[in-house]
């Protein structure tokens, strides 16, 4: 198993399409590509899917640690090896190489990932406007970290051929050791488009299989893919003998709890590890569409309602009267439901009319609406605290997630349960993380890996609950 991490000086260097135009020539050379995003993004890793046909893992030091990102790492490139064709990790970075957290120079960056899972560094160099400038700038990189191991450099946005071939030779002049895996002809049809802070969702923008052929067409052209295989997993830490800290929590002593889990264009933003640490504390997952199913999967004794985009999707979710009705009577049922962002969303009144649009009543469990804001209302990672017990989890534990969204919603009024303490490295924002009865709804979207225990309290507060 071999495998590499894409990462870049800087956003906007060109690291998404970067990483989908090899993951696409890979899969069409019949490799299975196993997909990583650093960081806490939803967005690429749905690109990532549709690509390679594999769900992508995010791995983020700051909101899991060095032990979970290993599993979480390990976990899903061995089940996802065969032994008809080889398997290859290719992990998209996340800002530039060592952009973290601004208390530390490493947590949460590519880079201190790199370091955990042993990979080699692929950097993505915007070229544009560059000559011998661009050797100076590697040479930074590849000697600022001894812990990181710089394999090569990628060259993209370049304006011609005699461009390139002014690249290698700067290259091969003053850093010899360092490998050119290729140079990127400057092409903007190949952008994907923006909204918000990152890209369209896949489900809202599929690229199109004409689209996804071009990117494996300007690797296969630009990119010298037999080297990037050959890039393995670092001598001192070789893959087979990191640990697999994956010890289940429920060994068939008791049956599965069926959970329902929203899933459809609006509702799309999960973390692919927090369903697994479910189903490892003994979930039965079960898929539905509040968008398109008139009513919720039967046998069910829990609701997951993760983020995504419902603003986008409003009239449609406000006329399934049959699906509103139904979360509703579950709610008033005492069923444990969790609901992060979009989902708290979805369970409020409703959003309030803007200049274009009308206003739209949605499910009403929570007495507020929301409204769309034309700046981003927040951004960054949380640190949360449990003070008070809830479906998810005892009064004083804590753990990690990130939030982000362009909505706010209005005054919660005081009758309703504040369970969350939130904070961000060491700032108190204050009390949020809404319950009425056994539903918990917040902006925040957690990560379950930062608490071993969220996902089997849930399944707890589940498997208690009588229909």
């Known amino acids: 198993m071999n495998g590499f991490l894409i990462a870049a000086p800087q956003s906007g260097s060109g690291k998404t399409t970067v990483s989908l135009a090899i993951m696409a020539a ?91 899972t042993g990979v080699s560094v692929v950097l993505v160099v915007n070229a544009r406007g560059m000559a011998a400038s661009v050797a100076a700038l590697v040479k930074g990189f590849a000697g600022f970290d001894p812990q990181v191991r710089l394999a090569g450099v990628i060259f993209n946005n370049v304006g011609s051929a005699s461009h390139g071939e002014l690249l ?163 709610v008033a049922a005492d069923m444990p439901v969790y609901a992060e962002c979009g989902g708290l969303i979805y369970l409020t009144e409703g959003l309030d009319a803007s200049e274009d649009k009308p206003r739209i009543d949605l499910v009403g469990i929570f007495p507020v609406r929301a409204r769309m804001l034309p700046r981003r209302k927040s951004l960054g990672y949380r640190q949360v605290e449990f003070v008070s017990e809830s479906v998810i989890g005892a009064s004083g534990a804590d753990c990690r997630g990130h939030e982000f969204h362009y909505s706010e919603i209005g005054r919660m009024p005081d009758n309703v349960e504040r369970c969350y303490s939130v904070s961000r490295q060491g700032t108190e924002l204050g009390l949020e993380g809404y319950r009425v009865r056994n539903c918990l709804a917040s902006y925040i979207h957690l990560h379950f890996g930062s608490n071993r225990e969220i996902a089997p309290a849930f399944v707890a507060s589940c498997r208690r609950h009588k229909q």
């Open 26 to 116: 890979l899969v069409r050379r019949g490799v299975a590509v196993s997909p990583y995003k650093c960081g806490p993004d939803f967005i690429d890793p749905g690109y990532h899917r549709l690509v390679t046909g594999h769900p992508s893992i995010n791995l983020d030091g700051w909101m899991c640690g060095e032990e979970f990102v290993r599993e979480a790492f390990l976990t899903s490139l061995t089940s996802q090896t065969s032994q008809t064709c080889p398997t290859i990790a290719v992990i998209e970075g996340v800002m530039g190489l060592f952009d973290g957290l601004g208390s530390s120079p490493s947590e949460g960056s590519s880079a201190q990932v790199a370091a955990i």
């Open 168 to 330: 290698r030779t700067v290259m091969a002049e003053t850093l010899p050791e360092m490998a050119v895996f290729g140079c990127i002809p400057r092409d903007e049809s190949l952008l994907i488009p923006s909204r918000h802070l990152g890209l369209v969702t896949s489900e809202d923008n599929p690229l199109s299989d004409e689209f996804i052929g071009r990117l494996a067409d300007i690797a296969e052209r630009s990119l010298d893919l037999d080297r990037l295989m050959r890039l393995g997993f670092d001598s001192a830490q070789p893959a087979d003998s990191l640990r697999l800290g994956c010890d289940r929590l429920v060994s068939g002593v008791e049956p599965p709890v069926r959970i329902a889990v929203a899933s459809d264009p609006a509702f799309c933003f999960m973390y692919e590890d927090n369903l697994r640490l479910l189903r490892d504390a003994g979930a039965e997952l079960t898929f539905f569409s509040p968008l398109n199913d008139a009513n919720l999967p039967v046998d069910i004794r829990g609701i997951y309602l993760p983020g995504g985009y419902p603003e986008l999707h409003a009239e449609k979710l406000a006329a399934n009267s049959g699906m509103k009705g139904a979360i509703r009577t579950a």
